[in-house]
């Protein structure tokens, strides 16, 4: 007998390409930019460091409150001195994190200590959270001989195999595809760890944000892709970034759960990264948190953000929305904080500061062998001729060095 095919009508046919989830339609319409509204921000207190929705307040413990304060506050702390250090002449480069120090601690917490983190270059509040000391910081950015990347990173360029935190590198969005490749590497080897990725929104621009995410939904990775949205990347401001509804918006695009938070507060961060951490791990796929901040500071001592902003649209951030005067509200109508600790703590603070300060001061410079090693298990022949030269140099224009600051 024939076999005959089964008719349907043209309104029973279903689609069966492999690339998408979706239905025939017979009208021609094409997919507006704004086909919904623009993505929630979820926060839990208000300006005043009211909690908004008592169910979202994550009630935690006053020492660790006040633990996420003091870190703000000391990042503050340690930002001013070392810009002034540069401004001095002092080191050669730095960047301020100004505004931006509830979306480090609020996301640091979050994490358990052995998450590895991938940064771009403004959470040295992450590190900071996790137990990195100030000395340390501070023998970075002087390339002293206690730095730990032995002198040869420029400042601000930090990094700890034991906090877990990938050194920076200064090239935009490199650090989005190999943080993928470590959550995969965590997913294969059956860890129970996520990573966590930092970014831009001008970093989210480059190539290297698309093989990230993408990698990352269809290898089902345990990863945090945070992006703090501070307004500009460099000069250029959001709105000559993108057309679209910020970085948020682009994540269902690659198959990733997102949300979009208030990244000056503290709360909101936490509570929106513990969770995408939960599930990281639990469900083997990724996350992506856009954080809404301001970066009050100018991008770096490279920069002078006057020439592209107003003086006003600073302060307005500054006095009327940063993350730190939100929690100091929280604290002090929980009965936690006064003015009397306020100026015992900046004291104290600012005491640890710049006693750390002068210790990199006086510091010694590392070894100059240092330029030579830690790339080659054995030094090749033409890193070895390039070492005797500078040696030979030395030997006849010494003088001309300051070799006496650098250890033997």
């Given at each position: 007998n024939a076999v005959h095919q089964q008719q349907f009508t043209s309104l029973d046919e279903k689609p069966q390409f492999p690339g998408?989830?979706?239905?025939?339609?017979?009208?021609?319409?094409?997919?507006?930019?704004?086909?919904?509204s623009g993505i929630p921000i979820y926060r839990v207190m208000d300006r005043q460091g009211q909690i908004m929705n008592p169910d979202e307040d994550p009630k935690l413990p006053k020492d660790m409150v006040l633990k996420f304060y003091q870190k703000m506050t000391?990042?503050?702390?340690?930002?001013?001195?070392?810009?002034?250090s540069q401004?001095?002449?002092?080191?050669?480069f730095y960047m301020t994190n100004y505004g931006e120090?509830?979306?480090?601690?609020?996301?640091?917490?979050?994490?358990?200590?052995?998450?590895?983190?991938?940064?771009?270059?403004r959470e040295a509040g992450v590190l900071m959270y996790r137990g990195f000391p100030l000395e340390l910081f501070m023998a970075q950015c002087y390339a002293s001989a206690r730095d730990v990347g032995k002198g040869r990173q420029m400042p601000v360029h930090?990094?700890?195999?034991?906090?877990?935190?990938v050194t920076i590198s200064s090239p935009l969005a490199t650090q989005i595809p190999q943080a993928v490749g470590a959550a995969y590497a965590y997913k294969v080897s059956q860890e129970d760890r996520a990573v966590i990725c930092y970014f831009g929104e001008?970093?989210?621009?480059?190539?290297?944000?698309?093989?990230?995410?993408?990698?990352?939904?269809?290898?089902?990775c345990p990863i945090i892709f945070f992006c703090r949205n501070n307004g500009y990347a460099i000069s250029t401001p959001t709105h000559e970034q993108y057309r679209g509804d910020g970085i948020a918006a682009?994540?269902?695009?690659?198959?990733?759960?997102?949300?979009?938070?208030?990244?000056n507060d503290v709360f909101a961060v936490y509570n929106a990264t513990k969770e995408a951490r939960r599930r990281a791990v639990a469900e083997n796929q990724p996350f992506l948190i856009e954080a809404m901040t301001y970066r009050i500071g100018h991008h770096s001592t490279s920069d002078d953000s006057s020439a592209y902003r107003s003086v006003d649209e600073v302060n307005y951030w500054d006095k009327q929305d940063h993350p730190i005067s939100r929690l100091r509200h929280y604290m002090v109508n929980k009965g936690w904080w006064d003015e009397e600790q306020e100026k015992a703590w900046r004291k104290q603070s600012r005491k640890q500061v710049m006693e750390a300060f002068e210790e990199a001061e006086r510091a010694m410079k590392p070894k100059l062998d240092h330029m030579f090693t830690d790339v080659y298990e054995e030094t090749p022949v033409s890193l070895q001729k390039q070492q005797e030269a500078l040696q030979r140099h030395l030997?006849?224009?010494?003088e001309h060095y300051p070799i006496d600051h650098y250890e033997k």
């Open positions: 998408a989830s979706a239905e025939f339609v017979d009208k021609l319409e094409f997919i507006q930019p704004n086909v919904i000391l990042l503050n702390t340690m930002d001013r001195i070392l810009y002034e401004r001095q002449g002092r080191i050669t120090e509830g979306t480090h601690i609020g996301s640091a917490a979050a994490l358990e200590s052995n998450d590895m983190v991938f940064g771009q270059y930090y990094g700890s195999k034991d906090l877990h935190f001008g970093a989210a621009s480059e190539g290297d944000a698309h093989a990230g995410f993408n990698f990352s939904a269809t290898l089902e682009r994540g269902p695009g690659y198959g990733i759960i997102s949300i979009r938070v208030d990244g030997k006849m224009y010494g």
